[in-house]
């Protein structure tokens, strides 16, 4: 059992940047994925960004971008907090959704994937004004 629990959502006017951050808590495995994902109004749950640990006391990882996200978007993380940060800077009204992060296997098929994940948090509101 995983629990996430986001911050760092709120209302941005467009060119300004938000961080947000996922803390894990729980059975976390020494290999496993965290991703954010976003949904907005009317529309799939997409893929933003994920991280991967990929070793034990080391946690080797890998970060891995949506196209949208590249040169705008920094998925980093903190391995003593369990905690994982998305900067997201350069903002558009086109990046306002709820955004989720997610939990699941540390597999390159399945971490861009939402059927790959298997916990979820609750969803922060970012919201991009003109």
């Known amino acids: 059992q995983v629990q996430l629990v986001e911050s760092g959502g709120g209302l941005v006017q467009a060119g300004g940047s938000l961080r947000l951050s996922c803390a894990a808590s729980?059975?976390?495995?020494?290999?496993?994925?965290m991703g954010w994902f976003r949904q907005a109004p009317g529309k799939e749950r997409e893929f933003v960004s994920a991280i991967t640990w990929s070793g034990g006391i080391t946690r080797y990882g890998s970060t891995r971008y949506a196209d949208s996200a590249k040169g705008r978007f920094t998925i980093s993380r903190d391995n003593t907090k369990n905690t994982v940060y998305l900067q997201m800077n350069s903002l558009k009204p086109e990046d306002t959704a709820v955004y989720y992060c997610?939990?699941?296997?540390?597999?390159?098929?399945?971490?861009?994937?939402?059927?790959?994940?298997?916990?979820w948090g609750q969803g922060t509101q970012v919201t991009v004004s003109s």
């Open positions: 729980g059975r976390t495995a020494s290999s496993y994925a």
């Open positions: 997610a939990f699941g296997k540390n597999d390159p098929r399945t971490v861009p994937k939402v059927n790959g994940y298997d916990y």
